[in-house]
């Protein structure tokens, strides 16, 4: 799969950063549609990933080490400084934040939800 780093244009569009790159658009237009410039809920993450015909898993499963991470992944990150969404395909993590990256960013817990295109 080809992913497309997007960097969050603001401190609070890493949600709508994460859903970009999976789906290959601009953040200008997840923005667009979901009429949210702010922090995004998982509700609004999982709806709008099944309405462009993506699955992406119900069950929210904690990780500690890459390896047990699926191909694709959404990723909750609990960071020194907020919840934040990530983005984890083929051994790559994709943050909005902190760029592309080997390992996941500075967090304490973390959870995924596995996706599929």
């Known amino acids: 799969m080809n992913i497309t780093y997007i960097h969050e244009p603001t401190d609070l569009q890493c949600g709508q ?3 970009a ?3 290959g658009l601009s953040v200008e237009q997840v923005v667009s549609d979901l009429n949210n410039d702010r922090e995004t809920t998982l509700k609004e993450m999982k709806s709008y990933l099944r309405s462009h015909g993506a699955w992406i898993s119900d069950e929210r499963v904690p990780v500690t080490d890459k390896e047990q991470l699926p191909t694709l992944c959404m ?5 020194p400084r907020c919840w934040h969404w990530s983005l984890y395909c083929e051994g790559t993590f994709y943050d909005p934040e902190h ?4 390992d996941f960013p500075a967090s304490n817990r973390r959870y995924y939800w596995q996706i599929k295109l």
Request: hydrophobic residues 65%; without cysteine; negative net charge.
């Open 17 to 19: 950063a994460v859903l």
């Open 21 to 23: 790159m999976v789906l």
């Open 75 to 79: 990723l909750s990150l609990e960071t």
């Open 99 to 102: 760029g592309v990256m080997s």
